[in-house]
């Protein structure tokens, strides 16, 4: 995404240089990489860093950028402070000071940024012209990857010979490949194959779909287009995204500062509209009947990542259950998640309206208070593990991704994995925060009376990695890229291997060894998403693979 935002705008005078290319590196401001920094300013999973990291397995989303991110937003009046107005005025589109901030925050050029505020910007377009990017060099070995330097003055005053030679593992690949797969027995050849990555294609949120302009039908015939027409499947759609995509309802997600730029308040927390039904359905491959119906073609994952507390609970009491019911398994998938700490979605529901930063699993309902009341509240609640925001996934979302043997990315953002202001310097911004999310997925399950024994020990098989790098995500300092995984992955087992001394914590009782902890950390980083992708990898041709 990095490198076709960076050269989407200026695609011939990257060819001449032979550079348009998923390979080509966009050469990282190295101070914000070391310190950890939000991934703005520095690339988090390039390929370059994918290769050299030794990942074998990427879930690749598409994504066309909201444009809210880059356009001005109307305050209310009545609703909004004086404030608000002056700042909306300030950062208008229309003005200069707006295309400063994104490029200086996002880090893309400002062509690009024209582009995006233009009324010429279309999300299935760009979608298409992503895909069409991100497939050209699929399954070509290259010799070595070309790299671009922004800026003028970094082109005059850095050598990228140099930098090459002196940080090679984040600026050069040599006889590397990445294979988009076409069909099931394909993608079964190539995880197995070490010298390729394999990379499985999602895309985020369905606004990609330009839910924004074009009508119902054309929205349905553009799912259609999406399985019939495109040369590799899609594996799962990120339902819901940062603001409205016209047919369900998203979740909070913009930190307190972030409302200063940006507006998701139009359908946030709500849920399903009948339009979002019938779109949902179809890329589930359903008729109105909840069968399986060969007219919609292939069956594409639902994600419920972004979708609201209310949009979750419908999609699995209207959706998933009643499928089930049918012998018709719908694995649920939350891509890059936290634990939230809340029990139920209902919980979830009932306090979507007091979210706010700091806020956790032991906060409880400040909507109703007045504002010096709440003030007072907030000073003196204590602070839990969990960000408890709706945007995060419960027990009962938990209890549905085992029911069906679904897939629980962890994400590696610290916001989302709930750290606060108070440890963001503390050594909890580590391995300690992830584990605390992992060990509060598994206690979820254990804890789960309506399980059996072989369903708790289930969970372990449903959990993965989903970092959400290249996401501009703020992620755990010590692992800001995929580079550092192999060091994650050292200190997650040396995490276990502490914890399970304790023999009373039943959710550990069947690692008995050091090698089973290894097996269980490598089931995590690499096992449970492979088997999870080979089981539900489609085919074009044929529903039945």
């Not at 927390?269 to 919609?296: C, H, P, Q, T, V």
């Not at 994400?411 to 994995?417: A, E, K, V």
């Not at 304790?502 to 980083?525: A, G, M, P, Q």
Request: overall charge neutral; aromatic content about 12%; glycine content about 6%.
């Amino acid at each position: 995404m990095r490198a076709h935002f960076w050269m989407q705008e200026q695609r011939k005078r990257f060819e001449r240089k032979g550079e348009f290319s998923p390979w080509t590196v966009i050469a990282s401001n190295r101070k914000g990489y070391l310190k950890g920094k939000m991934g703005a300013s520095y690339s988090q999973t390039d390929l370059v860093k994918a290769w050299n990291g030794n990942l074998r397995l990427t879930f690749n989303s598409l994504y066309p950028l909201e444009k809210p991110f880059v356009k001005g937003f109307k305050p209310k009046v009545g609703d909004d402070k004086w404030t608000r107005f002056l700042i909306a005025f300030a950062t208008s589109h229309k003005l200069p000071f707006r295309d400063f901030i994104q490029t200086m925050y996002m880090r893309i050029p400002d062509d690009a940024v024209d582009y995006f505020q233009s009324t010429a910007y279309d999300y299935w377009d760009s979608l298409n012209r992503e895909m069409r990017f991100v497939t050209k060099d699929s399954g070509k070995r290259i010799k070595r990857n070309e790299v671009f330097t922004p800026g003028l003055a970094r082109r005059i005053f850095e050598s990228e010979k140099k930098r090459r030679n002196n940080f090679p593992r984040e600026m050069l690949a040599t006889n590397a490949c990445y294979h988009i797969p076409k069909t099931p027995k394909d993608l079964r050849a190539s995880v197995e194959d070490d010298s390729e990555i394999t990379m499985v294609l999602t895309i985020e949120g369905s606004h990609a779909l330009g839910t924004d302009r074009a009508s119902i039908a054309e929205v349905s015939r553009r799912v259609q287009y999406i399985k019939n027409e495109w040369p590799i499947p899609v594996f799962f759609i990120t339902f819901a995204h940062h603001f409205d995509n016209k047919l369900c309802g998203h979740a909070h997600s913009i930190p307190d500062q972030g409302k200063a730029l940006l507006d998701q308040s139009a359908n946030l927390n709500a849920g399903f509209n009948d339009n979002g039904r019938r779109i949902l359905r179809e890329f589930l491959g359903l008729n109105k009947k909840l069968e399986r119906d060969s007219k919609y073609g292939y069956r594409i994952l639902i994600d419920v990542k972004h979708m609201s507390a209310k949009s979750r609970k419908e999609y699995y009491e209207e959706f998933v259950i009643p499928c089930m019911e049918k012998e018709d398994v719908i694995p649920v998938i939350g891509s890059h998640c936290g634990y939230s700490g809340r029990k139920t979605l209902e919980e979830h529901i009932s306090l979507q309206d007091s979210e706010r930063d700091e806020y956790t699993e032991l906060c409880g309902d400040e909507s109703h208070l007045s504002e010096t009341e709440r003030k007072q509240l907030i000073k003196n609640q204590p602070l839990g593990k969990f960000n408890a925001w709706n945007i995060n996934l419960c027990d009962e979302d938990i209890r549905m991704i085992v029911k069906t043997k679904g897939l629980f990315g962890l994400s590696f953002d610290q916001r989302i994995l709930g750290i606060t202001d108070k440890d963001k310097d503390s050594k909890r911004n580590g391995i300690q925060l992830l584990w605390e999310n992992i060990e509060g997925i598994v206690k979820s399950a254990y804890s789960n009376e309506d399980f059996t024994e072989e369903e708790k020990l289930q969970v372990w098989q449903c959990i993965t990695i989903g970092t959400d790098l290249e996401g501009l995500i703020d992620p755990v300092s010590p692992y800001p890229t995929v580079l550092e995984f192999e060091v994650f992955a050292g200190n997650l087992i040396f995490e276990i291997e502490e914890s399970r001394k304790n023999l009373e914590l039943s959710y550990l009782s069947h690692l008995t060894s050091i090698d089973d902890v290894r097996k269980c950390v490598e089931d995590f980083c690499f096992n449970n998403a492979a088997a999870f992708v080979k089981k539900h990898y489609p085919s074009k041709e044929s529903m039945e693979q």
